[in-house]
């Protein structure tokens, strides 16, 4: 059972590239997020879907985009890659309802210079 | 105002020697307060659920606790192997979101 697989682990981009980090998970979660990871910051919400075809903003959305067209996988796009970006992205699924918790994957870490 | 603050941001202990971990909150229409184990370069891993004041979860030397204002999660005669950071993050309202704290650092030394 794989979980939650975020591609790639590593990645450096120059200033104004745009990339696409992937993330699939095979225990059919209907809710779906991307965090953020910045020291001092904590796990920061960028954008979450609670199904296919439904996604929303979440405490710091700008400059990333997302779309959720399986129940599988939910991309996180940045669309122009700016030195503020640079950071440790995490994707986490879970169920809906009460008694879910949240699992993640391993994390990407990105650098824009 | 941040919704959930943990403290202490770090916290040294020696081998053996317990201690508590702290987490706030100050969400309303709490749905459930999640305590999660993060190693360096690792994603969260969970521990505990607690959704009600006066719950208790054991796992091993951690056991977690919560009331209406807080969550303590307290881990009896440390071995290094359970240094971490650990995290805390609430789900309130009609909202599937998990709001985090900015987590402890636990470091054990032999």
């Known amino acids: 059972n794989a979980g939650v697989t975020q591609t790639p682990k590593f990645q450096v981009l120059k200033t104004g590239q745009s990339m696409t980090l992937q993330c699939a998970q095979d225990m059919n979660h209907e809710y779906m997020s991307w965090y953020r990871q910045d020291p001092g910051m904590g796990l920061r919400l960028i954008h979450y879907?609670?199904?296919?075809?439904?996604?929303d903003q979440g405490e710091v959305p700008n400059g990333y985009n997302v779309s959720r067209s399986t129940t599988e996988d939910f991309p996180l796009r940045l669309l122009s890659a700016a030195p503020s970006q640079t950071s440790v992205y995490f994707c986490?699924?879970?169920?809906?309802?009460?008694?879910?918790?949240?699992?993640f994957g391993q994390g990407t870490r990105l650098t824009v210079v | 105002e941040d919704q959930v603050t943990q403290s202490p941001e770090a916290l040294r202990l020696q081998e053996g020697e317990s201690s508590s971990l702290n987490c706030s909150y100050t969400?309303?229409?709490?749905?459930?307060l999640f305590w999660y184990r993060q190693d360096p370069g690792k994603g969260p891993e969970f521990l505990f659920t607690l959704y009600s004041a006066g719950e208790e979860k054991e796992k091993e030397r951690l056991k977690a606790t919560l009331t209406k204002k807080e969550s303590f999660l307290h881990i009896t005669a440390p071995k290094p192997e359970d240094s971490a950071t650990y995290l805390c993050?609430?789900?309130?309202?009609?909202?599937?979101?998990?709001?985090f704290g900015k987590g402890t650092k636990l470091t054990v030394n032999p």
């Open positions: 969400v309303s229409g709490l749905r459930g």
């Open positions: 986490a699924s879970s169920y809906q309802g009460e008694n879910t918790e949240a699992f």
């Open positions: 993050a609430v789900r309130f309202g009609g909202s599937e979101k998990l709001v």
């Open positions: 879907s609670v199904g296919a075809g439904i996604t």
